[in-house]
């Protein structure tokens, strides 16, 4: 568990994702970059080869090969309130009948991919192709609880990571595990150690142009 202070939990927005980097400390870290657009490859050529087709079953195949000084992008985001979140807090402010507020799920830290929580963390590669990123650098769109994916329109549910349509529906985008305390969001996973805010510098996005108008 690294535990670096990544961000103030005030700098995130719900419609826009705050981008940084992390460096992979497993063994069968998830691809990024020039190798995860090698490992696309392979998998399409694979497709071709065993099916003469050349269908592509929409989710690139993972590379444990590590590369770029094994860093990689992840974003953060801070998910809005629901309806179901706001009569959870009325009933808790009923159940204490003016006393001490009650611990909640979010008092000790929440983790990425928790609905209780305030905050989620994924690595910033989109499941149908891994060398392309959501957040290019100025913000991942954010539509009605869903990342977009501006290059092929695949949908992303914010609080699970869960690709909800498009060409990689079904596969979830990759976790990072974050704790929120004392105003700030910190690191939380053992996969990875802190590099720094901001993109990565020699992990050139080698997406397309955007075929999705937003």
């Known amino acids: 568990m690294d535990g670096t202070r990544i961000a103030d939990l005030d700098e995130l927005a719900t419609d826009d994702t705050f981008i940084f980097r992390v460096r992979a400390t497993a063994d069968n870290a998830v691809a990024s970059g020039a190798a995860a657009l090698e490992s696309d490859e392979q998998t399409a050529a694979a497709n071709d080869d065993s099916t003469g087709s050349g269908a592509d079953d929409g989710i690139a195949m993972p590379d444990d090969r590590q590369s770029d000084d094994d860093v990689r992008e992840a974003i953060l985001l801070r998910l809005a309130p629901t309806d179901d979140d706001a009569t959870a807090t009325d009933d808790d402010a009923t159940a204490t009948d003016g006393g001490a507020d009650e611990p909640t799920a979010g008092d000790g830290g929440t983790t990425a991919g ?101």
């Open 114 to 214: 928790d609905t209780t929580g305030e905050v989620v963390s994924w690595l910033n590669y989109c499941q149908h192709m891994t060398h392309i990123k959501l957040d290019k650098g100025s913000g991942a769109p954010v539509r009605d609880g869903e990342l977009v994916c501006a290059n092929h329109g695949a949908l992303f549910s914010a609080d699970s990571g869960e690709c909800t349509y498009g060409p990689c529906e079904g596969a979830f985008l990759t976790e990072i595990a974050v704790t929120v305390r004392d105003g700030g969001v910190y690191l939380d996973d053992d996969a990875y150690e802190y590099v720094g805010e901001g993109p990565a510098e020699s992990d050139d996005d080698l997406s397309s142009t955007s075929n999705v108008i937003l």
